[in-house]
Nanobody, 128 residues
Framework: QVQLVESGGGLVQAGGSLRLSCAASGRTFSSYAMGWFRQAPGKEREFVAVISWSAGSTYYADSVKGRFTISRDGAKNTAYLQMNSLKPEDTAVYYC?????????????????????WGQGTQVTVSS
């Protein structure tokens, strides 16, 4: 059974940094992508970033490009989201999810319906 467990959320001041982790188990992830999404109160869940597990290719939402970095550690089966220069509008519950790699371009993985397993989420709150 696939399990994804996020950690690392918390309260931080604007301009600060946080690193989220997503510990994955239950499958071999070499043929999968790992994505991060977020959902703010009253808003729909939105794409943040995605990484191809084997190749390490990445793709970001414009709103976080240059501030967030997605990475993975194959030995630990863990994906990370390093978030720098945080803004109050980054406040949300952050989720990691996996998707089978069926498309050549990671730009197709901005759609949450491409993902088959999700973690429970971790809260990130950025104060002004």
């Amino acid at each position: 059974q696939v399990q994804l467990v996020e950690s690392g959320g918390g309260l931080v001041q604007a301009g600060g940094s946080l690193r989220l982790s997503c510990a994955a188990s239950g499958r071999t992830f070499s043929s999968y992508a790992m994505g991060w999404f977020r959902q703010a109160p009253g808003k729909e869940r939105e794409f943040v970033a995605v990484i191809s597990w084997s190749a390490g290719s990445t793709y970001y939402a414009d709103s976080v490009k240059g501030r967030f970095t997605i990475s993975r550690d194959g030995a630990k089966n863990t994906a990370y989201l390093q978030m720098n220069s945080l803004k109050p509008e980054d406040t949300a519950v952050y989720y990691c999810a996996t998707a089978p790699l069926t498309y050549y371009s990671l730009s197709f993985y901005t759609d949450e319906y491409e993902y088959d397993y999700w973690g429970q989420g971790t809260q990130v709150t950025v104060s002004s």
